[in-house]
């Protein structure tokens, strides 16, 4: 018999097939699957990649791309008589600025050049050294057991790499102390964060070390099936993690393995939204709780993972949890930052968990320019003045400090920034891609991004007069991380940089 709400969970996958939201496909979609059309329409039009068929040029407008000419390449571009759409961030941001062809297929960049520390086997991910294919931790985590497993991961005090740092034991013993038996086990490879291109680089270097670190997962909390969402713009990325899957396919085959496409959702990388959108929804957050180890995917309980905290499993496995806490250097682990902004080598850089925004850009080639201002991770974590550059960029110092670690996309801007524009790009990031459920999210993020543009056109700064209480609306009535957060450009930007919001003669 077919599990309920398995025709709805198609849906998505065939208006992409179809080529996107139209009358007919819509149509068809409808009468194939028993979903009504409604349904159809209103989940197809939250998604960006299918609510408008047709071609068009996608042009980053992440703050790196920005900040590298995006504006003006777009303006270029639509000169030239191509249809242009702006999107919130390609995952590019090493080489920006970046464009997205028309049939979604090859991401264009501005520049090659791209950083990444070289080979040293005794990284965990070793992003520059030989791809690690032998299963050998996962043949280890079999002979040990479950609890053996789960022990090292606890001793390791990994903590979750998408974003919120959870401890990920405490979800593993989660989900394997449930009732139910049915489980799954979900990587998280949606990497939407402006300034974010880490598990591209996983996925791209060492695919093996992730599809190890989920089977691994999965026999620990007796899981048998294993899901991956990945972004729908990341076509190279999935493709090598199906090549992977068929290299491996003797070693993991005990596990069932589906591969979920996003559509261009940057909301959907919060863990219940994704969810929702894997059920063939609108991907709009779950109420919490209950949470995924409990209430997930089909509501059984689901282990859900960011892409680099799976990839860090098999190293601890193999060398031990002790081994992995002690390679940090102010909290446990090492971390791939991402660098990019005015750094001379933009990219993905494997170092110890805690190192400061000097020691990063030393390796990411030196500071391009005078460094006033930096990003730490994304457009969540506001901004930081260059006076903060004795912070260790870890989980607890940047939240004392008010921003936070993120997914470590850490975006560095020099004097020629004008941070009031600066502030208003990432205040578009949130209108744009809150998903409207929340009226403080929904009304607030377009309230401040007009305020902030009224005030850039004007140069009134009344027009900031309410902002410090629409934040705070913001941050108490929301019901997930988007917008809570969301006003934290702007609050940042106007403690560190007042200079930036003083009255300004007209542009
Ligand atoms: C607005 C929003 C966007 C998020 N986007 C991502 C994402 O793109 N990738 C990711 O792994 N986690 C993302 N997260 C965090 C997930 O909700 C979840 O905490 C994570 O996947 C859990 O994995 P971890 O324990 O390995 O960190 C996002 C959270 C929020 C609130
Ligand atoms: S806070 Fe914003 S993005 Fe999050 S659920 Fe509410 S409306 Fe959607």
């Known amino acids: 018999m077919q599990k309920k709400g398995a025709q709805r969970e198609r849906i998505l996958h065939l208006l992409e097939e179809e080529g996107g939201v139209t009358e007919d496909v819509v149509r068809r979609i409808s009468l194939e699957t028993g979903v009504p059309e409604a349904d159809i329409w209103g989940t197809g039009l939250f998604y960006t990649l299918v609510s408008k068929p047709g071609k068009r040029v996608r042009v980053c407008d992440g703050l790196s791309c920005r900040i590298k000419g995006s504006d003006e390449l777009f303006s270029k571009l639509r000169d030239a008589g191509k249809e242009c759409e702006p999107v919130s961030c390609l995952g590019q941001c090493d080489r920006a600025p970046a464009t997205l062809d028309e049939d979604l297929e090859q991401v264009c960049y501005g520049v090659e050049a791209r950083g990444i520390v070289p080979d040293d086997p005794e990284l965990p991910m070793n992003l520059g050294g030989p791809v690690r294919d032998s299963y050998s931790s996962l043949a280890k985590a079999r002979e040990t057991g479950s609890d053996a497993v789960i022990a090292e991961i606890e001793a390791a005090k990994l903590q979750g790499r998408g974003g919120a740092g959870?401890?990920?034991?405490?979800?593993?013993?989660?989900?394997?102390?449930?009732?139910?038996?049915?489980?799954?086990?979900?990587?998280?490879?949606?990497?939407?964060?402006?300034?974010?291109?880490?598990?591209?680089?996983?996925?791209?270097?060492?695919?093996?070390?992730?599809?190890?670190?989920?089977?691994?997962?999965?026999?620990?909390?007796?899981?048998?099936?294993?899901?991956?969402?990945?972004?729908?713009?990341?076509?190279?990325?999935?493709?090598?993690?199906?090549?992977?899957?068929?290299?491996?396919?003797?070693?993991?085959?005990?596990?069932?393995?589906?591969?979920?496409?996003?559509?261009?959702?940057?909301?959907?990388?919060?863990?219940?939204?994704?969810?929702?959108?894997?059920?063939?929804?609108?991907?709009?957050?779950?109420?919490?709780?209950?949470?995924?180890?409990?209430?997930?995917?089909?509501?059984?309980?689901?282990?859900?993972?960011?892409?680099?905290?799976?990839?860090?499993?098999?190293?601890?496995?193999?060398?031990?949890?002790?081994?992995?806490?002690?390679?940090?250097?102010?909290?446990?682990?090492?971390?791939?930052?991402?660098?990019?902004?005015?750094?001379?080598?933009?990219?993905?850089?494997?170092?110890?968990?805690?190192?400061?925004?000097d020691e990063l850009v030393e390796v990411a080639g030196g500071y391009d320019g005078e460094p006033v201002a930096f990003s730490p991770g994304g457009p969540s974590s506001g901004f930081l003045p260059i006076s903060r550059r004795d912070v260790p960029l870890d989980f607890g110092h940047l939240s004392k400090e008010g921003s936070m670690l993120g997914s470590a996309g850490l975006v560095v801007l020099n004097d020629s920034v004008d941070m009031a524009k600066a502030t208003g790009w990432q205040l578009d990031f949130f209108e744009r891609e809150s998903c409207g459920q929340c009226a403080p999210c929904r009304i607030g993020t377009r309230y401040l991004r007009r305020q902030v543009d009224s005030f850039i056109g004007e140069g009134d700064p009344d027009a900031l007069e309410f902002a410090e209480d629409v934040g705070w609306e913001m941050e108490e009535g929301s019901i997930c991380g988007l917008g809570m957060v969301a006003a934290k450009p702007l609050e940042s930007a106007m403690k560190y940089f007042p200079e930036a919001f003083g009255s300004r003669s007209k542009q």
């Open 166 to 357: 959870f401890p990920a034991h405490i979800k593993w013993k989660g989900v394997r102390g449930q009732k139910e038996t049915e489980r799954y086990v979900i990587c998280n490879a949606d990497e939407a964060e402006p300034g974010t291109f880490k598990d591209r680089e996983i996925i791209l270097r060492q695919p093996h070390l992730l599809l190890e670190g989920l089977a691994i997962a999965a026999y620990a909390v007796e899981a048998k099936d294993i899901c991956i969402y990945i972004r729908g713009e990341f076509t190279s990325e999935r493709r090598m993690i199906e090549k992977a899957l068929e290299a491996a396919s003797e070693k993991i085959s005990d596990f069932t393995w589906t591969i979920y496409n996003g559509h261009g959702a940057y909301i959907c990388g919060e863990e219940t939204a994704l969810i929702e959108s894997m059920e063939g929804k609108r991907g709009m957050p779950r109420l919490k709780p209950p949470y995924p180890t409990e209430y997930g995917f089909r509501g059984k309980p689901t282990l859900m993972h960011n892409v680099e905290t799976a990839a860090c499993v098999p190293a601890i496995v193999e060398r031990g949890g002790e081994w992995f806490k002690d390679l940090g250097k102010t909290e446990p682990g090492t971390k791939l930052y991402c660098v990019s902004g005015h750094v001379n080598k933009p990219g993905v850089f494997e170092l110890p968990l805690g190192v400061t925004l």
